[in-house]
């Protein structure tokens, strides 16, 4: 039995406002993060910025460890990597272990093109994903399989209109998510390069913490959460942003994008903290009714963005790029609007190599499955925010 009201799921607040925080003179990144004084009880142990070999580290969110002695960080802006030629495997190596930590990498002005961008990926990882609307140079605005034209700007260089259905796969971008979790093999990381000039009015995109959100939940909350399995539907967070135009999804479409299994509670990479894997792109808890799930799902998302765990980056030029791992993070665009003016932003998004690449195997979802129906709905009373 349900201890929630299957009709409530639907007052949540699904579809967000075109946000711009507001540029603070004080905040010299151009981000906006939570306004709260630092969480930290114990002595500060890093800078406003601090020096990683030729880097200069610019942490954007700050808060209490698990202990309450030391500060965690999420996000951050990193300076000082040079991009007019191939980057050493040394600053590689250096980025990749704040990757590990921030989650959440800003630079500005790299004046990478195409193909740096692309290479620069490569050096993150393996293999990069190819982009499924991809059919060939000829067709395509960017003319790279390995980057995905998440602009508002049509092949003949107009703008993208809300009649049709690109606007409307768009508006599941503006519900937070993480890249690629409907994939079974999914995506590590995300690289979002900006090109040519700023939109006019402003353009940002918003991050929120999953590894702190899921330190601070109850313990008993985190122990139900502990072995449960997520279905991941990219059909399910397009229907959510345009009920309409993704009723259903088209054949091919459907049969491109299939569901994806994935454990709820994971481990992150680096610092091994544990952190919720979730996305609007999360359709079922496995063993729980639809109308359940959702809202476990929503109530999760709304828990990990609240304004403490959230900053927001301001693309201020065009080379301006975030790198942000999937794993550990969410995010969110702002949704189109009619006044827009072009943003061209380009994402190369690297596969997953760690131990959770592929999610879970038919057995464990199984397993998963007779487990929540024998522990039954998780009853969650705390207040939420
Ligand atoms: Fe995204």
Avoid at 97 to 110: C, G, M, P, S, W
Wanted: charged share 25%; hydrophobic share 35%.
């Amino acid at each position: 039995m349900s201890v929630f009201e299957a009709s409530h799921i639907y007052s949540l607040p699904r579809v967000y406002v075109n946000t711009c925080p507001g540029a603070d003179t004080s905040l010299v990144l151009r981000l906006k993060g939570s306004e709260e004084k630092p969480r930290c009880e114990g002595k500060p142990d890093r800078p406003k910025s601090f020096r990683k070999g030729s880097l200069t580290v610019t942490p954007v969110l700050h808060h209490s460890s698990a202990s309450g002695k030391r500060c965690t960080y999420f996000g951050a802006q990193v300076n000082g990597v040079d991009w007019s030629q191939a980057v050493s495997e040394d600053v590689v190596a250096q980025l990749k272990e704040l990757q590990d930590e921030y989650a959440v990498l800003i630079f500005r002005k790299t004046g990478l093109d195409n193909s740096r961008h692309v290479a620069f990926s490569r050096q993150l990882g393996q293999d990069l994903e190819i982009n499924p609307f991809f059919y060939g140079r000829e067709n395509d605005r960017i003319g790279d399989p390995f980057l995905w034209d998440v602009s508002n700007i049509n092949r003949d260089g107009s703008i993208v209109q809300p009649d049709s259905r690109r606007w409307h796969h768009s508006l599941g971008n503006a519900l937070w998510h993480t890249d690629s979790s409907y994939h079974q093999e999914r995506s590590k990381y995300s690289l979002l390069l900006s090109h040519g000039t700023p939109v006019r009015g402003g353009s940002w995109t918003h991050f929120a913490d999953t590894r702190q959100a899921y330190q601070d939940l109850p313990q008993h909350v985190k122990d139900q959460l502990e072995d449960l399995v997520v279905e991941h539907d990219l059909w399910h967070s397009r229907r959510l942003g345009s009920p309409t135009t993704f009723k259903e999804p088209l054949p091919h479409e459907r049969a491109a994008k299939p569901p994806a299994y994935h454990r709820l509670v994971q481990q992150a990479p680096g610092q091994g903290r544990k952190t919720l894997y979730i996305a609007a792109h999360a359709k079922l808890i496995v063993g729980w009714s639809y109308e359940d799930s959702q809202e476990l799902i929503w109530r999760l998302i709304e828990w990990c963005t609240q304004p403490k765990y959230v900053f927001s980056m301001e693309w201020l030029d065009g080379g301006d790029m975030v790198w942000w791992d999937n794993r550990q993070s969410m995010h969110r665009a702002n949704p189109y609007t009619t006044s827009m003016t072009a943003r061209d932003v380009r994402r190369a998004t690297i596969i997953d190599d760690g131990p959770s690449a592929w999610g879970v195997t038919e057995e464990e979802i199984a397993a998963a499955k007779h487990k929540a129906e024998q522990l039954g709905l998780l009853r969650w009373d705390s207040p939420l925010v």
